[in-house]
């Protein structure tokens, strides 16, 4: 069964910045776009970055672009977002999603069967 669990989350201040981890078991991340979205309170869910590891590419939201950065530890079979320079307005649960293959419409998340559990990334003052 495969799962994807995030970790990283947490509170910081405006300038700050936090990484978040994508591991998972069952899935060869290798082989996978890996996704990562976000809802805000009040918000729908939307499209932050993605890492297309079958083409060696990256594809960022413009509200992150600069500031966010998607990584990946093969040895570990996990996928990183380093988020730096946070703003207020990024304040929002974080979700991972994969899926096998290159996805060309990575940035819809119907693209995507598997799911994190969330993480709540708070950037207040």
């Known amino acids: 069964q495969v799962q994807l669990v995030e970790s990283g989350g947490g509170l910081v201040q405006p300038g700050g910045s936090l990484r978040l981890s994508c591991a998972t078991n069952g899935l060869a991340f290798d082989s996978t776009t890996v996704g990562w979205f976000r809802q805000g309170p009040g918000k729908e869910r939307e499209f932050v970055a993605a890492?297309?590891?079958?083409?060696?590419?990256?594809d960022y939201s413009d509200s992150v672009k600069g500031r966010f950065t998607v990584s990946r530890d093969l040895a570990k079979n996990t996928d990183y977002l380093q988020m730096n320079s946070l703003k207020p307005e990024d304040t929002a649960i974080y979700y991972c999603?994969?899926?096998?293959?290159?996805?060309?419409?990575?940035?819809?998340?119907?693209?995507?069967?598997?799911w994190g559990q969330g993480t709540q990334v708070t950037v207040s003052s």
């Open positions: 999603a994969a899926e096998w293959g290159y996805r060309f419409d990575h940035r819809s998340d119907q693209s995507y069967t598997y």
């Open positions: 890492l297309m590891h079958a083409v060696q590419r990256t």
